[in-house]
């Protein structure tokens, strides 16, 4: 005998109608809005645009590395935090630049499928790192400053107390965000004419 208490709500869940050529009689207004808006986007030429972006911040990570290491800091793990740093700053530039959802998503699927192509040792590296994630929790709990994110910066190099690591990271944190900030700028996103 088999135990019917897992079924017993069934009837409240319905992921698809009964009859699946009725799937297409449904209306969902944000789904067709977000198809068209795609739709605009690809025909303006924007969400071409949108993936040149992202795969010319995938060039400009390979010039982020402006410094070297203060003196006792492992150079290749700070040069390693540097990208990691620029690589935030892309993503939440992207997604709070971008003109709409569509072009800041398409950019960034573009970013992080170049990035890892062009870059795979890093890009694993990344993804391992916790650096990424100290970041994000910044911003989630409202903290994201220059001085947080240096501090964030430094603690990843393993040099917590080291003022002038912390002092790096705050500057390559203002300097990433103009950067990226003038290249969403650049990418030259056509508007829809108006009637």
């Known amino acids: ?3 019917d208490s897992i079924y017993a709500f069934d009837e409240d869940i319905k992921i698809a109608p009964q009859h699946l050529s009725d799937l297409l009689k449904q209306e969902n207004p944000a789904a067709d809005d977000n198809i068209d808006l795609y739709l605009r986007q690809r025909a303006l030429g924007n969400t071409a645009r949108a993936k040149t972006l992202g795969r010319s911040l995938v ?9 070297k290491a203060p003196e006792g800091v492992d150079p290749a793990l700070f040069d390693l935090q540097l990208k990691i740093l620029f690589v935030y700053v892309a993503h939440r530039t992207l997604e709070n ?7 800041a998503n398409t950019a960034i ?9 062009e870059e795979p040792a890093f890009f694993n590296a990344m993804t391992t790192s916790a ?11 409202n903290r994201e400053s220059a001085e947080t994110i240096g501090s964030v910066f430094a603690a990843m190099c393993d040099a917590k107390d080291r003022e002038d690591c912390a002092m790096i ?26 009637p």
């Open 1 to 3: 005998m088999t135990d």
């Open 109 to 117: 699927g573009s970013f992080y499928e170049t990035l890892e192509q």
């Open 169 to 194: 990271g705050e500057s390559a944190y203002a300097r990433f965000t103009g950067a990226c900030v003038q290249r969403v700028a650049e990418a030259g996103y056509r508007g829809e004419a108006t």
């Open 97 to 103: 630049c971008s003109e709409n959802h569509v072009l």
């Open 59 to 67: 060039k400009d990570l390979v010039d982020c590395v402006w410094t």
């Open 131 to 141: 650096a990424f994630t100290m970041y994000l929790y910044a911003r989630r709990s």
